[in-house]
Structures are given as structure tokens and as C-alpha cells.
């Protein structure tokens, strides 16, 4: 098996970092949507530019501030940084320099990786005269681009694919079959995997919607290596309230599409909806083999733990 060299891509909310990747990767993988907080876990991608092979990672927007949701955030953008070979920095061009932009800058500058600084949204020439203030970051000569009208980005990645090392040959691994976790929103989806993987692997809050890509991890359990996806949650047509989730929805339909096992994650305190059933059936014509798990079963009282059980069988 070849190890691609890795690229992060990094920066505080909203200045474009998956509509980037979506660039790179000629294709709508990442989710993107006007608004800031619509990526939030990590999310790694295979991607090529003349000849070269390497891996993008997308990560949630940076903010140095807050802290909950957001410091789970900041954790998974810090660990794609750790586990990459090369550092893109997304700025906005056309906006000051902001505590998050120095933040992000301390980070990969503390990292000791190359590092390139991109000036996203310079949709012209004028734009390109006005990004001095952009040196303030102490990342070295911004590099203008628009990810979202593809100007520049050949230039881009003919800098990325001269700075990263050649790729390696590891072991070739044993076939590893995929397991997808589906459900309703906030069932403990994302807690599951973590659990599974033995890190924080995905962001984790109570606020339904947590995960919007589907992310995975390869893990081994007694011996045996499985590909686990966590999933977005998926509701009632009805209730896909925008565009982000219903891009989300999308994407999990169609990980169940190459899944060899998917567990449907119920939440007891709840019992069996329609959802379920309906997902149920998604699974059994996708083909999969499915595992019903009874989640926070902790919680439930006897009474629903009854009522639950007979909504199972």
C-alpha cells in the first residue's frame, strides 16, 4: 500500500476552506454553504494534480474564543495539522486580519510544517494589490486565489505538489470491510465511533446535527481491522430544514450504498419512530447487513425499556 502525502487545510470560519477542497477534488465532496460552522469534524480526501497523488484533509473553521462545541472543533482542525505533511492557511482576502487568523498562524507556525498562505476570494486583480496586511500573519508571501471561480488554483497546486514529499510503500493491509452508523439526529452516533476508534475522532454536542459529512476511521477490534463511517442524521424529507442537511442526508445515503454492514443506533429513551423503520428498509435494499444498537439504555426507565424492545422485534 502506497502512504500519500497529506495536505491540511486550515483557517478560521467562513473563508472558504471546503469550497477549496471541493476545487481541488473537481467535485461537491465537502459541504458548503454561506454561513460560518458548516464543517466540523475532519474529513480526508483523495486527491491528484499533475501526476501527483496526495490526501486532502477539510476541517472546521478555527475560532480561539469559545469554547464547548467550538473547542471540539479546534481539536480536530489541531489534529489534522499533527497529521499532515503540508499546511494550507485560508484567509479571506478581502477582510482585516482577525484574532482566529493569528491563532490559526501560531498554530502551524509552532507546527514546524511548510506552510503556504492562501488569500481566498481575490476574484481580480485589484484584489491582488491589497493583501499586504496579510503578511502580518508571519506565514510568508500570500498567495491569491478564488476557490469559488477557480482563478488561480493551478498555480496553487503546482506550489502544493512541489512541497510534499514523494509517496511511500507500506504493507498492503488486509481487505477491510465498512461499517456505516446511521440514525435520527443526536442518537450518539458520533459517540459510538469515537468509543469505538478510542479517540475523539468526531465532534460531539447535545445540539442535533452535529456531524454533517460522513467521516470514518479504520479501527481494530479483537484482532480484526473494520472502516467505521459516522453518518449525519438523517429525519423525515419533511423536516430537512437546508441546504447543508440536505447535502448531509445525501451523503449518508450513500455511504449505506457502499456499506457491507450498516448499525442502525436508536436512542431507548425514544423508541422506535417511523424513521427507523424507514431506515431499516434503506438498509435491507442497499444490500448491508444490519446491527440494531439500543443506545442510552442507561437512561431508559423499565417501562420505555419494554416499549422499545417490542418496537425492535
Do not use: C
Not at 15 to 42: C, F, H, M, W, Y
Amino acid at each position: 500500500m502506497t502512504r500519500l502525502p497529506v495536505v491540511a487545510v486550515v483557517g478560521r470560519p467562513n473563508v472558504g476552506k471546503s469550497t477549496l477542497v471541493n476545487r481541488i477534488l473537481k467535485r461537491r465532496a465537502a459541504v458548503v454553504q454561506e454561513k460560518p460552522g458548516v464543517t466540523r469534524d475532519r474529513r480526508e480526501f483523495n486527491a491528484e494534480w499533475a501526476g501527483g497523488p496526495f490526501v486532502v484533509v477539510d476541517t472546521g473553521g478555527w475560532e480561539a474564543s469559545r469554547g464547548g462545541l467550538i473547542a471540539d472543533v479546534r481539536g480536530q482542525a489541531g489534529a489534522a495539522v499533527a497529521g499532515a505533511d503540508l499546511v494550507l492557511v485560508v484567509t479571506d482576502a478581502t477582510t482585516p486580519i482577525g484574532d482566529d487568523d493569528l491563532a490559526v498562524a501560531r498554530i502551524v507556525q509552532t507546527s514546524n510544517l511548510p506552510a503556504i498562505l492562501i488569500a481566498n476570494k481575490a476574484d481580480g486583480a485589484r484584489a491582488e494589490l491589497e493583501l499586504a496586511h496579510l503578511w502580518a500573519l508571519g506565514l510568508g508571501e500570500p498567495q491569491p486565489i478564488s476557490a469559488l471561480h477557480g482563478r488561480n488554483i493551478g498555480d496553487l497546486l503546482d506550489t502544493v505538489i512541489g512541497l510534499l514529499p514523494e509517496p511511500t510503500d507500506e504493507p498492503e493491509p488486509e481487505a477491510t470491510p465498512t461499517l456505516a452508523i446511521l440514525g435520527r439526529p443526536n442518537v450518539g452516533k458520533s459517540t459510538l465511533l469515537n468509543r469505538l476508534a478510542g479517540e475523539q475522532r468526531v465532534v460531539v454536542s447535545p445540539e442535533p446535527g452535529t456531524t454533517r459529512d460522513p467521516v470514518d476511521t479504520v479501527v481494530e477490534l479483537d484482532g480484526a481491522r473494520y472502516r467505521i463511517v459516522d453518518t449525519a442524521g438523517i429525519r423525515r424529507a419533511a423536516r430537512v430544514g437546508d441546504s447543508t442537511e440536505f447535502y448531509s442526508v445525501v451523503r449518508a445515503k450513500e455511504t449505506l450504498a457502499n456499506a457491507d454492514v450498516a448499525l442502525l443506533v436508536i436512542d431507548g429513551t425514544q423508541g422506535v419512530t417511523h424513521q427507523e423503520q424507514r431506515l431499516a428498509e434503506a438498509i435491507v435494499e442497499a444490500g448491508a447487513g444490519l446491527v440494531v444498537l439500543l443506545n442510552k439504555w442507561d437512561a431508559t426507565d423499565t417501562e420505555q425499556k419494554e416499549v422499545t424492545t417490542e418496537g425492535v422485534g
